[in-house]
């Protein structure tokens, strides 16, 4: 059974730096075709890509949020990190990771975890 | 501004026939496989379509399908569990990003 879950703090300040882990089971990170994509969604609004790292260590990453993001996963754990860095309001969100298995990592995500609420707030 | 364009919303009594689209360019629609997500109320988005691939536990009466770069999402048989706003999502390759439409809600009359 595949599940995946968000976890990291409801409320961070503005400029401060948010630090989510989505914990994975049910698959693996280092098989081909397995990739994890962090999605956001802002209350009323519709989804938001924000990064994707690949089976095989690549990373991409919004390029209108490049510079704030940082990706890394360790498989051992079956944990992916999303680092985003100056939150602001604006940045307030349902934070979801996602994974994508098949031919290509550019595949409509086929699961998804349940989400984690976080909202910037001083 | 989105880069998949839904209609805002869309209504349908229970039993008609509705079709949702999504209409993109030849290089999100045109190049990959479209998804389709519903999202009662607050609940995580669920695809319920992969290109014209049900997932599993989905019901048949959902159908996916494609030309050119629009992609539609087809409900035959509408129950009133099908109230929900649906997106479509796509790779895109010339921003290197999964893309979302704004989303479409669907009204069960």
């Known amino acids: 059974q595949v599940t995946l879950r968000e976890s990291g703090p409801a409320v961070v300040r503005p400029t401060e730096t948010l630090t989510l882990t989505c914990t994975f089971s049910?698959?693996?990170?280092?098989?081909?075709?397995?990739?994890l994509s962090w999605i956001r969604q802002p209350p009323g609004k519709a989804p938001e890509w924000l990064a994707r790292?690949?089976?095989?260590?690549?990373?991409y990453y919004n390029t209108s949020l490049k510079t704030r993001l940082t990706l890394s996963k360790d498989t051992s754990k079956n944990q992916v990190v999303l680092k985003m860095t100056h939150m602001e309001s604006v940045d307030t969100a349902t934070y979801y990771c996602?994974?994508?298995?098949?031919?290509?990592?550019?595949?409509?995500?086929?699961?998804w975890g349940q989400g984690t609420l976080v909202t910037v707030s001083s | 501004q989105s880069a998949l364009t839904q209609e805002v919303s869309v209504s349908g009594t229970v039993g008609q026939r509705v079709t949702l689209s999504c209409t993109g360019a030849?290089?999100?629609?045109?190049?990959?496989?479209v998804g389709w997500y519903q999202q009662i109320s607050h609940d995580t988005p669920k695809p319920v379509m992969f290109g014209s691939s049900l997932p599993s536990g989905i019901p048949d009466r959902f159908s996916g399908s494609k030309s050119g770069t629009t992609a539609s999402l087809t409900i035959s048989g509408l129950q009133p569990e099908d109230e929900a706003t649906y997106y479509c999502s796509s790779w895109d390759y010339s921003v290197t990003a999964q893309v979302f439409g704004g989303g479409t809600k669907l009204t069960v009359l």
């Open positions: 996602a994974r994508v298995e098949g031919n290509y990592c550019g595949a409509p995500p086929d699961k």
């Open positions: 790292i690949d089976w095989d260590d690549d990373k």
């Open positions: 049910g698959f693996s990170l280092n098989s081909y075709g397995v990739c």
């Open positions: 030849s290089h999100n629609i045109g190049s990959y496989t």
